[in-house]
């Protein structure tokens, strides 16, 4: 019977281990999480707008607050400080820009402790009365722990909160006075 129990206790224990054992990054599951809104406004103002950190926090859920040179729309290399709350989950990211295509494509590479914790792209397209814009953010696993839970439950919270946040922007430029 003892033996019995140390034999399941000494399983449990090894895959609880593998579960949380860091997943080397080309082989960690990417996830993808995109939304798409039309915007009445002109590509170079929603640019402009989405670019500029201070403006976070008032059209993404997640964005609690930022730091650093948040004032302006960011260019390739410039970084700023983020703090968050992603599917219930507070912390700080440092964001540094990898990619800017003025008023069409922008991207930010984000670390949390030292750990890359993602990509955010934003893609503007001119439309006849506005711009389409995309807004993805793609993250790896680090565990397969990490990899579980965010197929059962963070994934649909992180897409929630991004079609939100789409939704929000929308509706704040499109309030804005043109010009």
Known sequence: MIRTLLVLLASLLVIVGAL??????????????????E??????V????????AHWPAWHPSSLSVQGKVDHPLDVGEQVVEAF???GRRGRVVWTVSDKAYPARWSIDGV???RAAGTVTYALTPEEKGTRFVREFTYRAPSLWFALVNRIVLKG??????DEAVTRLKRLLES???G
């Open 20 to 37: 949380l054992i860091p997943l080397p990054r080309d082989v960690s599951p990417e996830t993808r999480i995109v939304s798409v809104v």
């Open 157 to 162: 919270m992180i897409q929630s909160e991004s």
């Open 85 to 87: 709350r992603v599917a």
């Open 176 to 178: 804005m006075p043109a």
């Open 112 to 114: 949390i402790d030292g």
């Open 39 to 44: 915007i009445r406004r002109a590509p170079s």
């Open 46 to 53: 929603v640019f402009d707008f989405v670019t500029t950190p």
